[in-house]
Every structure is written in structure tokens, then in C-alpha cells.
């Protein structure tokens, strides 16, 4: 109920870098936030071990097979990335 009063309360007022505008930044950044993942069934929470996995898990999934490029006219197209 508070957080619906003062956000038609920061509607109203506008914009003016007030506390609920800076509240509801780290709010997001609380939620949105990767705090620990799972790795072989145990919870990581080390920071540089949890970006790396981060990191190998989507270079995996957005890895392109290996096979030959269509070529025309002896013009070969780049992959994404």
C-alpha cells in the first residue's frame, strides 16, 4: 500500500531524483541480481566463479556448429558475432 502511495505520489511530482526514484533503482538491482547458481548439483556463490559459468553456459548455447559458410560468387558471409 505504501509503495502505491508513493508511487502515484513520484507520478505526480515527476521525476526529481526523490528517494523512491533512487529506492526502486536498487530495489531492481536487488532482484535482478545473480546472486549464486548450481553447478554439478552444489550452489556457487563466488562471484568470478559464477560469471565464468555464466559466461561458458550462453558461449555454448550461442556457439555456431563448424561448417562451411555459403559462399556466392566466391563471397563468403560472416557468422553473427
Keep these: 500500500m505504501l509503495r502505491q502511495k508513493a508511487r502515484t505520489k513520484w507520478i505526480r511530482e515527476g521525476d526529481c531524483n526523490s528517494r523512491y526514484f533512487h529506492m526502486l533503482m ?47 560468387n566466391g563471397t563468403r558471409f560472416k557468422g553473427i558475432g
Aim: no cysteine.
Design 26 to 72: 536498487n530495489s531492481n538491482r536487488r532482484n535482478n541480481a545473480v546472486k549464486g547458481v548450481l553447478i554439478e548439483g552444489s550452489r556457487v556463490e563466488d562471484p568470478t566463479r559464477v560469471k565464468e559459468e555464466i559466461h561458458n553456459f550462453f558461449q555454448s548455447r550461442f556457439n555456431e556448429p563448424d561448417y562451411g559458410r555459403p559462399e556466392i
